[in-house]
């Protein structure tokens, strides 16, 4: 089991950054794929983006593509999710979550550790 601790969230205006950060601890922390995801208020959790164990592979939803850059350090524990041009549509609590198998789902239901979650907000 890993304990994950999401940060870097904020209220941001239209077309702005946030870089979202999760700091793992527990288990080896590049033993495991990674990903983010968000839920907006009456919504459904959504995936946002994934990335491998070593890295080497990435996947995003495709309303975020070209914004945002999911990425790791292994040696400081951390997975980013790097936001630019922000939209309101992206206002939600965003997550991270672990999966020990070290692959990159797009399906919640792969992970078995998640974060308490980090507010995102963009205004208009």
């Known amino acids: 089991q890993v304990q994950l601790v999401e940060s870097g969230g904020g209220l941001v205006p239209a077309g702005g950054s946030l870089r979202l950060s999760c700091t793992a601890s527990g288990r080896s922390f590049s033993s495991y794929g990674m990903g983010w995801f968000r839920q907006a208020p009456g919504k459904e959790r959504e995936f946002v983006a994934a990335?491998?164990?070593?890295?080497?592979?990435?996947r995003y939803r495709d309303s975020v593509k070209d914004r945002f850059t999911i990425s790791r350090d292994n040696s400081k524990n951390t997975v980013y999710l790097q936001m630019n041009s922000l939209k309101p549509e992206d206002t939600a609590v965003y997550y991270c979550?672990?999966?020990?198998?070290?692959?990159?789902?797009?399906?919640?239901?792969?992970?078995?550790?998640w974060g308490q979650g980090t507010q995102v907000t963009v205004s208009s």
């Open positions: 990335i491998t164990r070593s890295g080497a592979y990435t």
């Open positions: 979550a672990a999966d020990l198998s070290g692959s990159y789902y797009l399906s919640h239901v792969e992970y078995g550790d």
